[in-house]
């Protein structure tokens, strides 16, 4: 009679046990639903969250009493949210880049310039590059009326930017230089097609030139965009 | 207990403070401020962390995720040349503000 007796009790204790996993799961959903914090960000809350909980249960606390006061510690994930938005984390917007780089990729295979017969951009590249080196005999003389110098200082950025920015991305120090060589590249190259535009009405320019224009302008827009003042920014994806 | 405006104001002396005595992470620094100041200054967990993203977004700290001893990754600071500097410069201007305070109230000041 007895164990039948302590049979619903024993169920209704299975019941009301706190699933401390469940209680964390459901508290990430809540963080991942904050539109302001990035992965990382996400992640090292979490880590946060997990400390706390250890130290109030090693305080001797069960845990429901130490999650209930590790989250209330942590306060209001809605504030928290509003606060990282302030700070505007954003060093430069990832997809944008992404997007850039395949543009730049593709635009290199483009028809470039008609005064060369319609080049592909890297042949156009290829064949100048003895200039540059030094061997003037060896190149393409047909080439030489382009201000080369200034377009491979873009193309330069364009190939080391995804080493630059997936590496030092988040090194403020860094990312400051970088967008000063970003801006510098942008008036210098903007300078070279105004000119181009000016004095040829771009009738030289190949489909490849403009693709090209896009994915460099592409490139600097995610940059850059760390300059755009906070209420300008949040429609972009922190990375 | 500190008001909120001067809680605010101390979170970059106080952080870089900690960091230049050597790396840590988030939990463990509120611990430590809570520590050092017997309760006084109450930071909401959850708020530290856009003021370390502040610091590092202004070169005076960096980070980088480790593995603890625990063997849980965690996210740890640490203080840079710029860090260092600019608590310098912090470290004059509150014991200028603690040293007038200080005239004032007729209590010694301390050495700049």
């Not at chain 1, 928290?80 to 700070?87: L, Q, R, S, T």
């Not at chain 1, 890297?122 to 200039?131: E, F, N, R, V």
């Not at chain 2, 840590?24 to 509120?30: L, N």
Request: charged letters at 20%; glycine letters at 8%; a positive charge.
């Amino acid at each position: 009679m007895a164990g039948r007796s302590q049979l619903p009790v024993q169920i209704m204790e299975n019941q009301t046990r706190f699933d401390l996993n469940a209680a964390v799961e459901n508290w990430r959903n809540e963080l991942a639903a904050q539109p302001n914090l990035a992965s990382d960000d996400r992640r090292e809350l979490e880590t946060h969250l997990r400390d706390a909980i250890a130290g109030f249960q090693q305080r001797g606390l069960n845990d429901k009493e130490s999650f209930q006061l590790a989250r209330e510690k942590i306060g209001q994930l809605q504030l928290i949210g509003k606060e990282f938005k302030k700070v505007g984390a954003i060093c430069w917007n990832k997809p944008m880049a992404l997007t850039a780089w395949g543009i730049f990729a593709v635009s290199l295979f483009l028809p470039a310039y008609a005064a060369i017969g319609m080049w592909p951009g890297y042949k156009c590249a290829l064949a100048i590059l003895p200039w540059h080196m030094g061997f003037p005999g060896k190149g393409d003389e047909r080439l030489v009326f382009i201000n080369f110098e200034l377009l491979n200082f873009a193309n330069l950025l364009m190939i080391a930017s995804p080493i630059l920015l997936c590496w030092f991305g988040r090194n403020a120090r860094l990312m400051r230089w970088f967008h000063y060589l970003t801006l510098a590249a942008v008036i210098s190259v903007g300078w070279f097609y105004l000119d181009e535009f000016i004095h040829n009405y771009g009738r030289d320019c190949g489909v490849g030139c403009y693709v090209w224009i896009l994915s460099f302008v592409l490139l600097c827009l995610s940059v850059l965009s760390r300059f755009l003042p906070p209420q300008n920014r949040k429609n972009l994806k922190r990375v | 207990m500190l008001t909120k405006d001067l809680v605010a104001a101390s979170s970059k002396p106080l952080l870089l403070s900690i960091l230049a005595g050597g790396e840590s992470y988030g939990y463990e620094i509120i611990q430590k401020v809570r520590e050092l100041s017997g309760g006084q200054i109450e930071w909401s967990d959850g708020m530290l962390y856009p003021v370390l993203h502040r610091l590092e977004r202004d070169g005076l700290i960096e980070s980088e995720w480790k593995e603890a001893d625990t063997g849980r990754e965690r996210k740890y600071y640490f203080i840079s040349s710029d860090g260092r500097k600019a608590l310098k410069t912090e470290r004059q201007q509150w014991l200028a503000a603690h040293n007038s305070l200080c005239k004032l109230w007729k209590i010694k000041p301390v050495s700049i």
